[in-house]
């Protein structure tokens, strides 16, 4: 018998912005409990943008990330002997969740600039739809639709 689903805490939105996403983005940016570094990260991030793009950062801030969140994903399934990607459909948390990575990641590895610079030209980039967070997300929607054929292993 399995045990009970763990319950899902309720996130609190960001302090200046009140944006429940824009608080689980910096809960994700955050390392080893500092919160407030991980604060000043993204909002000079957010600053810069508003400062290049003279718009209100948090609609950048929310197109970037759906612009980078990915509709389909591959899971391996072992099947006779034989391991296959399974193309799934992600749903739920787990969207952002992978947007956020894909975005953290990408700023990064970015050289030469500190982080919330490097943030804010990887936010533009996905809000301009390029940049290696949406090369990411395209490799994964090509890499589900290569193994389309798969799709009816699927049994999530």
């Given at each position: 018998m399995r045990r009970a689903r763990a319950k899902k805490k309720a996130i609190n939105p960001d302090p200046k912005y009140a944006s429940v996403l824009l608080g689980r983005f910096i809960n994700v940016v955050m390392k080893q409990g500092k919160k407030s570094v991980a604060q000043t990260?993204?909002?000079?991030?957010l600053a810069r943008i508003s400062q290049k793009l003279?718009?209100?950062p948090i609609e950048v801030f929310d197109q970037a990330i759906?612009?980078?969140t990915p509709i389909l994903e591959v899971r391996p399934r072992r099947i006779g002997?034989?391991?296959y990607q399974i193309p799934i459909e992600v749903v739920g948390d787990r969207k952002y969740a992978l947007a956020f990575r894909w975005i953290l990641t990408a700023a990064?590895?970015?050289?030469?600039?500190?982080m919330g610079e490097r943030l804010a030209l990887e936010l533009l980039d996905a809000y301009h739809r390029t940049g290696a967070a949406i090369k990411k997300r395209e490799d994964v929607h090509?890499?589900?639709?290569?193994?389309?054929a798969f799709a009816h292993f699927a049994r999530f």
């Open positions: 990260i993204v909002y000079d991030a003279q718009a209100d759906r612009n980078v002997g034989a391991n990064a590895t970015r050289k030469g600039a500190p090509k890499m589900a639709e290569a193994n389309r």
